[in-house]
């Protein structure tokens, strides 16, 4: 099967974007997995399927694949990569659209600048709801809100970290590190992603505070490994640090794909992601059958 594809990257996040509103592709897990091989196919962090409107109130349907095949629920960088692509492709003309991914309604903006801004929602901490399983661990109180020591592993020498837990739409556990340079993502990051108290696995976020309205962040994604930027991951280290005390309310995070510019007012308020949206190259492939 030979597919068109838009190869778009936000903030160095790299995706290939499938305009599906003409009709389903009926891609299977391997078939996203050959997309986004990097010397096979096309090569991404995430598959982003562009589909039509499910329900009145919204405008399209935003379907998201990690490189490893599976779907998940939510990608922020991708959410402005795929405002850029619907304005680009002709599929609206408005400058704020309403999208239906699979954790709920997200609201792109185009920006004067040239820059998206995405209402991602309100950050959700019920750990049942993450979800994170609490059963014997006890919160450490920091600031009027918490973290969670973890350990990972099962030996003696195992490494024991202080995660702050919650969910931007998909699961996140982030921790302060002196240098992000330095922290031990490669190590950790697969730990923390697959530690059973993460029913679901979690994005792992190793934030460094610079100071009160700027941070630096690294982070190991769920199903795609460590990536040049991660929006939610970007949106959930900014909500942690702003509930722990050590942020303002707008907040530059730079990655190591570049800056996003993260707002949030508190309890119940949502939080506003701005960055970059690139549209790389357009192309065709050979998908090989579904197995």
Request: proline letters at 5%; hydrophobic letters at 40%; a negative charge.
């Amino acid at each position: 099967m030979r597919i068109r594809f838009t190869k778009m990257q936000g903030a160095g996040n790299d995706f290939v974007v499938l305009d599906e509103t003409r009709g389903a592709l009926g891609l299977d897990a391997a078939q996203y997995r050959f997309l986004a091989d990097r010397h096979f196919g096309v090569g991404a962090d995430q598959i982003l399927s562009v589909r039509p409107a499910p329900a009145e109130g919204v405008d399209f349907q935003y379907v998201i694949h990690n490189a490893d095949g599976g779907e998940v629920e939510q990608c922020g960088n991708g959410a402005r990569c795929f405002m850029r692509f619907v304005r680009e492709q002709g599929l609206t003309d408005k400058e704020q659209v309403r999208v239906q991914t699979l954790s709920g309604v997200i609201e792109p903006r185009m920006g004067d600048d040239g820059r998206v801004t995405v209402d991602m929602g309100a950050p959700i901490f019920e750990p049942q709801r993450v979800p994170f399983d609490t059963a014997g661990l006890d919160p450490q109180h920091d600031n009027g809100w918490h973290t969670w020591h973890l350990t990972l592993g099962t030996h003696a020498e195992s490494a024991k970290v202080s995660l702050a837990v919650l969910s931007m739409g998909n699961p996140h556990a982030v921790q302060i590190v002196p240098d992000v340079d330095t922290a031990p993502v490669a190590k950790q990051g697969p730990a923390i992603e697959h530690h059973p108290r993460f029913p679901q696995r979690v994005n792992a976020g190793f934030m460094q505070v610079v100071d009160r309205s700027h941070v630096r962040l690294r982070v190991f994604e769920r199903g795609a490994g460590e990536t040049l930027a991660c929006g939610t991951g970007a949106c959930a280290a900014v909500v942690a640090g702003i509930r722990l005390g050590r942020l303002d309310a707008r907040v530059d995070v730079q990655t190591h794909g570049g800056l996003l510019t993260i707002e949030w007012a508190g309890d119940g308020a949502p939080v506003l992601m701005t960055g970059p949206a690139v549209t790389v190259f357009e192309g065709e492939i050979e998908v090989p059958d579904a197995r």
